[in-house]
């Protein structure tokens, strides 16, 4: 039997692993997500009932885990060094020539390649299975990331083919491709969260994240263009790239050039073929090929002398300032927006740009009327980077920051020490009632269907929901009475409201639109606080010490508490029936070996997950602890346990447990 399941783990591991190849590399899927995920499913299953077919890199690891990970330092196989970037096509024939000229006028290849806009990664990659990712960090030390590369689906976790080194490092970028960025920026920016400037960013930022399986929610992609190491199949660099795409890595196009004519055409066809690429890039890239004379040309110490990177240009134009407009958002803050005479710019027509906020206007002395250079860069959202004063009126007056809200007309006010200004008519004024309407309402707070912005306007406009609570009030009568509105689509929202009573704890706490209070922190606060009247009643102080609470969440949630409107609206949606406390997991109670026992969980494990521990501790009758002390019983260590946490157990005399061991203590072996 257990052969049988064997064989069946190898089949599976195996087809799942072309798929995915398929799909992320190659971009040609043979089956459908059906299918991957009925296979999916499957693999998953077995492996759970045969723990002993453990294997780090089987396809099932890819879903990442919401262990919370510290990073590790660690240092770098062979230093990660940098390119000298040119801006001209004149820059890069001058370094053709130095070339030339250090190979003693001998002819060489030079490969023309992408210079991605991401996030360098190195790879480190064992007898094919990948051991290590480690991130660019100063170059000589990076930060340990392989948990979360493992989610990044067209990086290989075991290779294809038989006909890679024993050992070797194979570098890239990690990128987030437009796709991804702009559906990520569109659903932060629906929560109010900060967007990410460019997807370099968002990449970066998404392999710093603390939990691989946020990680593998946010469908990074990664391109190679270095392999390292002794005994490389290829004498170029060219070669290298074609073994590393047969062993199922992405590299992007490449393109071997003899002449600089090919390398200005290059240069020509790129410069605007780019846009056209589901990535970012900011550059071209040129390599001489061959690695014995990459190799007699050697490095200064930053950067090859083999290679040079070729900037592109951002696009900038020069437009006209026909007006600012200032919009009041959810939480009150006042966004100032350039309404731009349309221009072209990197493929789009610029409408608008955001001026951010009042420092920004006088950093740039914008006067009305202005021409202003509108660029975008790296940058998604056009920025504007300056004024040609040269076009000014005489007399034109520089533009003002509004004192009074745009649409309510309420005096603003300005916190001290930060730059925006807000509008305090947190319950009268219009976009501020509608926006906590449909955050609320979203898919991530209640998630009722069928209300939107256009909607949320339209209830609010015929004063049936003028605060959250109305919502658990409306009536098929009265939506039938709105503008466009059928039987079907009162019905579907009505359907939307009965079943968001049913949503935790948290994400109702989510939904109250408390300023700084997002998805995360709410998470933290929910389970922190079991339930709504503890939350109401916390001081500030006793606020902040919960973990990742600063003070300034604390106040604003004891603020948010103050007001008595927001009391009410807890106390009408508790009587309408949304959850007030956190579902209290029934135990299962399975023996009392542990009774009495704080345990604590250290490093990582091959046959459960550390949720999966902290739950059978509480099976066994066993509390597991956050932090060693005197009174813990056990350490139930794992592999990469922390050093300095293994001799504070020792010096208190705490016994250190084996993960075998302690399957043996509870029976499990
Ligand atoms: S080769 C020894 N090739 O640009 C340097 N780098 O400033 C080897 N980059 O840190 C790097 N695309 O993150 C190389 N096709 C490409 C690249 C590339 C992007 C990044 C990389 C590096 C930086 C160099």
Redesign the pocket.
């Known amino acids: 039997m257990a052969q049988d399941a064997k064989a069946r783990i190898d089949e599976l591991r195996k087809a799942l692993d072309k798929h995915n190849y398929n799909y992320y590399v190659l971009n040609a899927p043979e089956i459908s997500d059906y299918e991957f995920d009925m296979m999916m499913n499957e693999l998953i299953a077995l492996e759970k009932a045969h723990p002993e077919y453990a294997d780090a890199t089987s396809p099932t690891q890819r879903v990442g885990s919401d262990i919370n990970r510290q990073f590790v330092q660690v240092e770098h196989r062979r230093p990660?060094?940098?390119?000298g970037?040119t801006y001209s096509i004149e820059e890069v024939e001058e370094f053709v020539a130095r070339c030339k000229q250090m190979l003693g006028g001998e002819d060489f290849e030079i490969v023309g390649?992408?210079?991605?806009?991401?996030?360098?990664i190195s790879l480190i990659y064992e007898h094919g299975k990948l051991t290590r990712a480690v991130t660019?960090g100063d170059g000589v030390k990076g930060d340990d990331v392989t948990a979360n590369v493992k989610t990044i689906r067209s990086i290989p976790l075991q290779l294809r083919g038989e006909d890679y080194p024993d050992e070797f490092e194979v570098?890239?970028?990690v990128l987030m491709p437009w796709k991804v960025f702009d559906a990520l920026n569109k659903e932060r920016a629906f929560n109010e969260e900060p967007l990410f400037a460019n997807p370099r960013n968002a990449a970066a930022g998404t392999l710093k994240l603390q939990n691989s399986a946020e990680v593998a929610k946010r469908n990074l992609d990664a391109?190679l263009?270095?392999l390292l190491g002794e005994n490389l199949p290829g004498d170029t660099h060219s070669g290298n790239m074609e073994m590393v795409k047969k062993w199922g890595f992405k590299t992007?196009q490449y393109q071997i050039l003899h002449s600089i004519d090919e390398v200005r055409r290059f240069i020509a066809y790129w410069d605007t073929e780019r846009k056209n690429l589901p990535i970012a890039t900011d550059g071209l890239?040129f390599?001489v090929n061959s690695l014995r004379q990459q190799r007699n040309l050697g490095f200064t110490a930053k950067?090859?002398r083999w290679?040079v990177?070729y900037k592109f240009a951002p696009e900038r134009e020069c437009t006209q300032l026909k007006f600012v407009s200032f919009e009041t958002g959810r939480s009150g803050v006042i966004t100032p927006v350039a309404n731009l005479e349309p221009v072209q710019l990197s493929g789009t027509i610029v409408k608008r740009a955001s001026l951010h906020n009042e420092d920004i206007i006088r950093q740039l002395d914008i006067h009305e009327g202005d021409f202003v250079y509108v660029e975008k860069g790296g940058e998604i959202i056009p920025k504007i980077v300056g004024v040609d004063v040269k076009q000014r009126k005489p007399g034109s007056r520089p533009v003002e920051f509004v004192r009074t809200c745009p649409v309510c007309g309420t005096a603003l006010v300005r916190v001290e020490g930060e730059a925006a200004w807000t509008c305090p008519n947190k319950y009268y004024c219009r976009p501020q009632i509608t926006g906590r309407i449909e955050h609320f309402v979203s898919r991530h707070a209640m998630d009722i269907d069928g209300i939107g912005e256009e909607v949320a306007e339209q209830l609010y406009a015929a004063r049936l929901v003028e605060t959250v609570a109305d919502i658990y009030d409306l009536t098929e009568h009265d939506l039938v009475t709105l503008e466009r509105f059928g039987e079907r689509s009162a019905k579907r929202i009505l359907a939307g409201v009965e079943a968001s009573k049913a949503v935790p704890f948290e994400r109702v706490v989510y939904a109250l639109s408390i300023p700084f209070v997002g998805e995360t922190v709410a998470k933290k606060l929910a389970q922190a606080v079991k339930n709504i009247d503890n939350l109401m009643a916390m001081n500030s102080e006793q606020l902040a010490m919960i973990p990742e609470i600063g003070p300034k969440i604390a106040e604003s949630i004891v603020q948010f508490f103050k007001v008595p409107i927001n009391r009410v609206i807890v106390e009408r949606l508790r009587i309408a029936g949304l959850r007030m406390q956190v579902e209290e997991k029934i135990v299962e109670v399975k023996s009392n070996v542990l009774e009495g026992k704080s345990i604590i969980i250290s490093g990582v494990f091959d046959y459960h997950s550390r949720d999966e521990y902290k739950q059978i501790i509480e099976q066994h009758g066993g509390k597991n602890v956050g932090s060693i002390s005197a009174k813990t019983d056990y350490v139930l260590a794992g592999a990469k346990m922390g050093p300095a946490k293994l001799e504070k157990a020792k010096k208190l005399g705490i016994e250190i447990i084996s993960e075998t061991d302690f399957l043996k203590m509870i029976g499990e072996m």
């Open positions: 990660m060094l940098s390119l970037n390649e992408m210079k991605y806009d991401g996030t360098s660019r570098r890239g970028e391109y263009y270095f992007g890239v390599k950067s090859p290679a990177a």
